[in-house]
């Protein structure tokens, strides 16, 4: 079984930045593509950013330029780290990885932009 564990959300200005982290816990399994996801208020999830298995990266066009995905294999840790924010941001930003035990899920953590 898998756990993801998130942290780094919380309240920021706009134009700050914030650093999510996502690790993985568990055994017998192993990680192919991470991703993080958002729910902003009122709105269904979107994709926000991905690793692909290939270790390529994709970003939603609204965050380009903005937000950076990566992931440390060694620790089994995913981060998601966010520039230049802006309110529309504000949303409960989920971790996704796609391992050999499936899909599973972070339980999501709280982003606020505002001033």
């Known amino acids: 079984q898998v756990q993801l564990v998130e942290s780094g959300g919380g309240l920021v200005q706009p134009g700050g930045s914030l650093r999510l982290s996502c690790a993985a816990s568990g055994s017998g399994f192993t990680i192919n593509a991470v991703g993080w996801y958002r729910q902003p208020p009122g709105k269904q999830r979107e994709l926000v950013a991905l690793i692909s298995s290939g270790g390529n990266t994709n970003y939603a066009d609204s965050v380009k330029g903005r937000f950076t995905i990566s992931r440390d294999g060694a620790k089994n840790t995913m981060y998601l780290q966010m520039n230049s924010l802006k309110p529309e941001d504000t949303a409960v930003y989920y971790c996704?990885?796609?391992?050999?035990?499936?899909?599973?899920w972070g339980q999501g953590i709280q982003v606020t932009v505002s001033s």
């Open positions: 996704n990885i796609k391992s050999t035990l499936g899909s599973t």
